[in-house]
């Protein structure tokens, strides 16, 4: 797989990597633990080398269960984590603190439960509006002088942040949801990572799936599926989307390939320095998302997928509706 660069530090991932939240969270019930670590070791035998996790996965398990898996190959991967939350004794998640002292003490527990002795690269998982972004980049510059972090990341954030952080500390990726169907990064993100010098890596770059061509209008989404409850996953947005999958459909066929692969490949073409992590459960669909990495689209198929995609074209909000970039 080719090799991508995150950052102006120089942090070198795979052109894909693996998001691994799916495994334990978010997405009905959690994987069997011996099946989970196949999968994670799997992905590394064909060349991935950037694992995504979080200690809100779970929350605790996944990293956990990333921390077993890639224990054996530690030196070989690039494992990304974050921190954002508060949790009661029984795991529950209380709300934002994005605190110093909080910051410290979850770097701490994801040190453990990742079983290493250092974060590649920590994101800010979700802006902390009554602490200002100067104090959290403050200290995980701490946390990078000590060395227990090597590289700083922000996750669903605008370029204002963006800016604000990178004076304190440098940035070495932002993460925001980005894909076919999710286009608001293009305004205003990804010109200030370009200026930056910040790589970007796509989260839900398949659309929750629905870019696969495999989710339609007659689907149930069980409760502990996220999607039960996204207003993007209605079924009337649901029907009124398909002309997107439509699109990429007939560019897959064109290069004998999956509607996934495409929607992929579109985001690999956008800048040289995107990394999109694809998260699934099985071998199978690991593989097919591995083999967008050898797929270049042209400019006219380009130009094709970007013009149905445009915001205007996508019903439903994405998430819950209430997103904005902090």
Known sequence: MHVRTLGSGGLKVSGLGLGC?????????????????????????????????????????????VGKALAPVREQVVIATKFAYDYDAAGNRLGLNNNPAHIQQAVEGSLRRLRTERIDLLYQHRVDPSVPIEDVAGTVRELIEQGKVAHFGLSEVGAQTIRRAHHIQ????????????????EAQVLPACDELGIGFVPRSPLGQGFL??????????????????????????????????????EVAAAHNATPAQIALAWLLAQRPWIVPIPGTRRLERLQENIGADSIELT????QKLEAISVT?????????????YG
């Open 212 to 249: 696969t061509g495999t989710v339609n209008e007659f689907m149930q989404f069980p409760a502990s599926d996220v999607r039960s409850w996204f207003p993007r996953f209605s079924p009337e947005a649901r029907v009124a989307n398909q002309p997107i999958v439509g699109t990429v459909r």
């Open 170 to 185: 440098q940035v070495a990726a932002v993460q925001n949801e980005y894909s076919l169907w999710t286009r608001d990064p």
């Open 299 to 302: 400019a006219e198929e380009l």
């Open 312 to 324: 205007g074209n996508v019903q439903g909000a994405r998430g819950t509706g209430r997103e904005t």
């Open 21 to 65: 939240m799916g495994l334990s969270a978010n997405y009905g019930v959690p994987v069997d633990e011996a099946a989970g670590i196949a999968l994670i070791r799997a992905a590394v035998d064909l060349g991935v080398t950037f694992f995504d996790t979080a200690e809100a996965y779970g929350p605790f398990t996944n990293e956990s269960l």
